[in-house]
């Protein structure tokens, strides 16, 4: 699986985003799939996570209530739209794809492929 993140750029806090992640190849509905952010100098976070129906998703605390993840298995493509963006919201967005379809992990071992990254900024 090919994972290609798009969506990001510079925003004002406040502002909305949705990022996309296109996935080619094959069998995108067998994967879990997720979102993750990383800043310079910290450890990449888990930020949301869907599993392969979307039925279960998880999100991280800090993100609950203003970050929503979705899927469209017939296009191949899952979204992260972002509300009311924080200054502490910018990081570079990974998408990933878990072999562990059945549910949403949140950590970074579950995850058999990623994609590039897209930067987000966030003025304040």
């Known amino acids: 699986v090919q994972l290609q993140a798009s969506g990001g750029g510079l925003v004002q806090a406040g502002d909305s985003l949705r990022l996309s992640c296109a996935a080619s190849g094959h069998s995108f509905s067998n994967y879990a799939m997720g979102w993750f952010r990383q800043v310079p100098g910290k450890e990449r976070e888990s930020v949301a996570a869907?599993?392969?129906?979307?039925?279960?998703?998880y999100y991280t605390p800090s993100v609950k209530g203003r970050f929503t993840i979705s899927r469209d298995n017939a296009k191949n493509t899952m979204y992260l739209q972002i509300m009311s963006m924080k200054p502490e919201d910018a990081a570079v967005y990974y998408c990933?794809?878990?072999?562990?379809?059945?549910?949403?992990?949140?950590?970074?071992?579950?995850?058999?492929?990623w994609g590039q990254g897209t930067q987000v900024t966030v003025s304040s």
């Open positions: 869907i599993s392969r129906t979307g039925i279960i998703t």
């Open positions: 990933a794809a878990s072999r562990y379809g059945a549910s949403a992990p949140y950590y970074t071992g579950a995850y058999d492929y």
